[in-house]
């Protein structure tokens, strides 16, 4: 079995997984010396026994030169001059082999024993350097860490900032020699696979000259010696082309390397330390944690990089909630606390800096704890598309229309973090979120407004574009034609669930405004697509890729401000109808399900038989206002045009529903047209024919909700007609 790869976005992680595939290139490399350093010996050894063969057939040849055949008589025969003359011929030949046996052996030394030593002095040596190297810094980097991280946060700011710049310093050259011993090593590995064969090819090149049925048995050898040779330089020419790749990619590792995230099973892993009570107080024990968002699983491992062993046994729990800790509310710093399912009490962890805390709390859903001195009452808000919501992102437009729409580089400078999460805790409280006052007081800067919108932009769930359309909105700014993309991004809009495409829309105009503005504020519909982005549509899983596809992103953005007025307010051109779709499929009762791309993404979740009556009560009074929100539109967009100024309820009337199944009639029988097979459990299965209780809109785009035999479930909506 080969080694593993050693992948350079590992570097940066150092885990122990990382650190036991570096073990074994150490021991390959290791063994590779061993195995050097006895060849030459025995090369050595090989040279001198060779040098006295030559010496001793050399005294052989010269006996036999010496020799003279006498014969019987006054003359001789041609056969016995021939025969006489045979021992000098034999011994002028041995002669000639030896010449050519001590050419041998003086290329030996320079082709076989020179390139040899070279190569474990000069590489595998330098590797064994750059070993030490690495494992001092490693040793240097976590003891200044853990020095770092046992300040206390009570110290002057500008000593913290200081030691912050320290141990950055250090964690950068950390990170860089760790990078640079890792391409040795693999270059070493790379390198042996020509630069150790190929003396042993030419030694044996210069067996095969000496030998006098050298040219048979070269022949003989000439296929393989043809076949390893281009297969040298095949390896040679790999190596130097993909040599070039790597060394451009550690470059760009070195000088962005936070910007590369690895692509891993794991949400989100790296060390943390966890505060653990003892009977006599309590201690931080270092662990390396994973964690996994769709099971919500969180494992840690206690491991100490110095010692290079656990320290204990490994342990998992079930997330409930993850919170920041407050900085006044203990002694270390990059603090926050872990609620489990399966385990009481709070895990209180301890991140490597300020930006692995914020890192580690996006990937857990993290919350930022309320600034409310009435503990009692204080309740932790969550940012959601529901009436504070959209209480909170007019209230901000409202401030920044009103006093700030000029303002240069709006949206682009941000504010100070403590006073935005001040005025998100104020504005997030229930008591005053649904108040319709629209005024922030004037002492919050605009620059503090700006940024507590687009952190609560941040804070919902998923983002507003939704994951499962994010590849689908990237592929539409990818075509070449601009109406195309218009066309393509303007259906996907109206795909958005209701919510979303209404604050979309709120968001979009606002924008715009700010965009006709931008000789003043500086910022343009480009500059605009750049800051909102990568908010409103950012990635499920942060890779290259996905970041090679951020201009793309900000290129949709740009679509939907310049073209707002015809994508919010009208209905696409031509929207896939559900006869279309049918036509589409195959009409058979055994026809394929939807692909895995067309299944929905969150899971419909079956309540409980205590938690029947309370649903169905929510689903039909939630219908009846879809119905009702449903008629209300029609009149309006028949009678009038959309106001340029918008609060909540005329937003949601103004926006045009396309005319799709789920805005039909709630609770409706309907029939399947073909059999469909489940693959989740959250689904249905069923045959031709079946009829479906309890039909109505679910909240994945193109699924409905239905009840066959006593089960609640998700229906693809081209699969069946309403009754």
Same mark, same amino acid.
């Given at each position: 079995?080969?080694?593993?790869?050693?992948?350079?976005?590992e570097?940066?992680?150092?885990?122990?997984?990382f650190?036991?595939?570096?073990?074994s290139?150490?021991a390959e490399?290791?063994?590779?010396?061993?195995?050097?350093?006895?060849l030459?010996?025995?090369g050595?050894?090989?040279?001198?026994?060779?040098?006295?063969?030559s010496?001793?057939?050399?005294?052989?040849?010269?006996s036999?030169?010496?020799?003279?055949f006498?014969?019987?008589?006054?003359?001789?025969t041609?056969?016995?001059?021939?025969i006489?003359?045979?021992?000098?011929?034999?011994?002028?030949?041995?002669?000639?082999?030896?010449?050519?046996?001590?050419?041998?052996?003086e290329?030996?030394?320079?082709?076989?024993?020179?390139?040899?030593?070279?190569?474990?002095?000069?590489q595998?040596?330098?590797?064994?350097?750059?070993?030490?190297?690495?494992?001092?810094?490693?040793?240097?980097?976590?003891g200044?860490?853990?020095?770092?991280?046992?300040?206390?946060?009570?110290?002057?700011?500008?000593?913290?900032?200081?030691?912050?710049?320290?141990?950055?310093l250090?964690?950068?050259?950390?990170?860089?020699?760790?990078?640079?011993?890792?391409?040795?090593?693999?270059?070493v590995?790379?390198?042996?696979?020509?630069?150790?064969?190929?003396?042993?090819?030419?030694?044996?090149?210069?067996?095969?000259?000496?030998?006098?049925?050298?040219?048979?048995?070269?022949?003989?050898?000439?296929?393989?010696?043809?076949?390893l040779t281009?297969?040298?330089?095949n390896?040679?020419?790999?190596?130097?082309?993909?040599?070039?790749?790597?060394?451009?990619?550690?470059?760009?590792?070195?000088?962005?390397?936070?910007?590369?995230k690895?692509?891993?099973?794991?949400?989100?892993?790296?060390?943390?330390?966890?505060?653990?009570?003892?009977?006599?107080?309590?201690?931080?024990?270092?662990?390396?944690?994973t964690?996994?968002?769709?099971?919500?699983?969180?494992?840690?491992?206690?491991f100490?990089?110095?010692?290079?062993?656990?320290g204990?046994?490994?342990?998992?729990?079930?997330?409930?909630?993850?919170?920041?800790?407050?900085?006044?509310?203990?002694?270390?710093?990059?603090?926050?606390?872990?609620e489990?399912?399966?385990?009481?009490?709070?895990?209180?962890?301890?991140?490597?800096?300020?930006?692995d805390?914020?890192?580690?709390?996006?990937?857990?859903?993290?919350?930022?704890?309320?600034?409310n001195s009435n503990k009692?009452?204080?309740?932790?808000g969550?940012?959601?598309?529901?009436?504070?919501?959209?209480?909170?992102?007019?209230?901000?437009i409202?401030?920044?229309e009103?006093?700030?729409?000029?303002?240069?580089?709006?949206?682009?400078?941000?504010?100070?973090?403590?006073r935005?999460?001040?005025?998100?805790?104020?504005?997030?409280?229930?008591?005053?979120?649904?108040?319709?006052?629209?005024?922030?007081?004037?002492?919050?800067?605009?620059k503090?407004i700006?940024?507590?919108?687009?952190?609560?932009?941040?804070?919902?769930?998923?983002?507003l574009?939704m994951?499962?359309?994010?590849?689908?909105?990237?592929?539409?700014?990818?075509l070449?034609?601009?109406e195309?993309?218009?066309?393509?991004i303007?259906?996907?809009?109206?795909?958005?669930?209701e919510?979303?495409?209404?604050?979309?829309?709120?968001?979009?105009?606002?924008?715009?405004?700010?965009?006709?503005?931008?000789?003043?504020?500086?910022?343009?519909v480009?500059?605009?697509?750049?800051?909102?982005?990568?908010?409103?549509?950012?990635?499920?899983?942060?890779?290259?890729?996905?970041?090679m596809?951020?201009?793309?992103?900000?290129?949709?953005?740009?679509?939907?401000?310049e073209?707002?007025?015809? &994508?919010?307010n009208t $209905?696409?051109?031509?929207?896939p /109808? %559900? =006869?279309?779709l049918?036509? +589409?499929?195959?009409? @058979?009762?055994?026809?394929?399900?939807?692909?895995?791309?067309?299944?929905?993404l969150?899971?419909?979740?079956?309540?409980q038989?205590?938690?029947?009556?309370?649903n169905?009560?929510?689903?039909i009074n939630?219908?009846?206002?879809s119905? &009702?929100?449903?008629? $209300?539109n029609?009149?309006l967009? /028949? %009678? =009038?045009?959309p106001?340029? +100024?918008?609060n909540? @309820?005329?937003?949601?009337?103004?926006?045009?529903?396309?005319?799709?199944?789920?805005?039909?009639?709630?609770?409706r029988?309907?029939?399947?047209?073909?059999?469909?097979?489940?693959?989740h459990?959250?689904?249905?299965?069923?045959?031709?024919?079946?009829?479906?209780?309890?039909?109505h809109?679910?909240q994945?785009?193109?699924?409905?909700?239905?009840?066959?035999?006593?089960?609640?479930g998700?229906?693809?909506e081209?699969y069946?007609?309403?009754?």
């Amino acid at each position: 079995m080969g080694l593993p790869a050693l992948e350079f976005s590992e570097c940066c992680l150092d885990s122990p997984q990382f650190r036991e595939r570096l073990r074994s290139h150490e021991a390959e490399l290791e063994k590779t010396n061993k195995f050097i350093k006895e060849l030459i010996k025995d090369g050595k050894s090989l040279v001198a026994a060779l040098k006295n063969l030559s010496a001793a057939k050399r005294k052989f040849a010269d006996s036999l030169n010496e020799f003279k055949f006498r014969c019987i008589g006054d003359a001789e025969t041609d056969d016995e001059i021939c025969i006489a003359k045979s021992l000098q011929e034999f011994a002028t030949v041995l002669r000639n082999l030896e010449d050519e046996r001590m050419r041998m052996i003086e290329n030996a030394s320079e082709v076989l024993i020179t390139p040899l030593e070279k190569f474990r002095k000069e590489q595998i040596g330098a590797a064994k350097d750059a070993k030490k190297k690495y494992d001092k810094e490693t040793e240097k980097y976590c003891g200044v860490l853990e020095k770092h991280l046992n300040l206390s946060s009570k110290k002057k700011e500008s000593q913290l900032q200081e030691a912050d710049s320290q141990v950055d310093l250090v964690r950068q050259h950390f990170y860089e020699v760790s990078l640079e011993y890792v391409f040795k090593v693999q270059e070493v590995q790379e390198r042996k696979m020509f630069e150790f064969v190929e003396p042993l090819l030419a030694f044996l090149q210069g067996l095969f000259t000496f030998y006098h049925h050298g040219y048979e048995l070269a022949k003989d050898f000439s296929d393989f010696k043809t076949e390893l040779t281009i297969s040298i330089q095949n390896t040679r020419n790999r190596f130097e082309g993909t040599r070039s790749e790597v060394e451009s990619l550690m470059k760009k590792m070195k000088e962005n390397p936070h910007e590369h995230k690895n692509i891993s099973p794991y949400t989100m892993e790296g060390y943390l330390y966890v505060q653990e009570k003892r009977h006599f107080g309590t201690s931080w024990v270092k662990h390396y944690c994973t964690y996994q968002r769709e099971s919500k699983r969180i494992t840690m491992v206690p491991f100490d990089q110095k010692s290079g062993g656990k320290g204990g046994e490994d342990e998992a729990v079930t997330l409930k909630s993850c919170t920041r800790r407050k900085t006044d509310s203990i002694e270390k710093r990059f603090c926050f606390d872990v609620e489990a399912v399966d385990r009481p009490g709070v895990i209180t962890m301890q991140a490597l800096s300020e930006e692995d805390r914020r890192l580690w709390m996006e990937a857990m859903d993290g919350r930022e704890p309320v600034y409310n001195s009435n503990k009692d009452n204080q309740s932790e808000g969550t940012a959601q598309l529901d009436n504070i919501g959209f209480s909170i992102i007019k209230k901000c437009i409202h401030a920044v229309e009103t006093r700030g729409i000029n303002e240069q580089g709006l949206y682009r400078i941000v504010g100070v973090n403590s006073r935005v999460q001040k005025l998100l805790s104020i504005l997030m409280d229930p008591k005053t979120a649904t108040e319709t006052e629209t005024e922030i007081c004037a002492e919050w800067e605009i620059k503090t407004i700006t940024s507590a919108l687009k952190t609560y932009l941040r804070m919902l769930p998923g983002p507003l574009m939704m994951y499962q359309f994010q590849r689908s909105f990237i592929k539409a700014a990818k075509l070449e034609n601009q109406e195309s993309r218009v066309s393509e991004i303007h259906s996907l809009v109206h795909r958005l669930p209701e919510k979303n495409r209404q604050m979309l829309h709120l968001l979009m105009n606002h924008l715009a405004k700010v965009a006709n503005n931008h000789k003043q504020n500086l910022m343009t519909v480009a500059n605009l697509g750049v800051v909102f982005g990568p908010t409103l549509l950012r990635p499920q899983e942060e890779t290259v890729a996905a970041i090679m596809d951020i201009k793309f992103q900000n290129i949709v953005i740009e679509i939907l401000i310049e073209n707002h007025e015809k &994508i919010f307010n009208t $209905v696409p051109e031509t929207p896939p /109808s %559900n =006869s279309q779709l049918l036509l +589409s499929r195959k009409k @058979s009762t055994d026809s394929k399900p939807p692909s895995c791309s067309e299944r929905p993404l969150t899971l419909f979740h079956t309540p409980q038989p205590n938690e029947k009556q309370e649903n169905r009560n929510s689903i039909i009074n939630s219908s009846l206002e879809s119905v &009702i929100s449903s008629n $209300v539109n029609s009149f309006l967009n /028949s %009678n =009038s045009a959309p106001q340029p +100024s918008l609060n909540s @309820s005329d937003l949601e009337l103004e926006v045009i529903k396309p005319n799709r199944p789920n805005s039909l009639s709630p609770l409706r029988k309907a029939r399947a047209l073909y059999a469909c097979k489940a693959e989740h459990d959250s689904e249905l299965s069923f045959t031709a024919g079946t009829v479906f209780d309890n039909v109505h809109p679910s909240q994945e785009p193109g699924w409905l909700e239905g009840t066959l035999n006593g089960k609640t479930g998700l229906i693809p909506e081209n699969y069946v007609e309403f009754l």
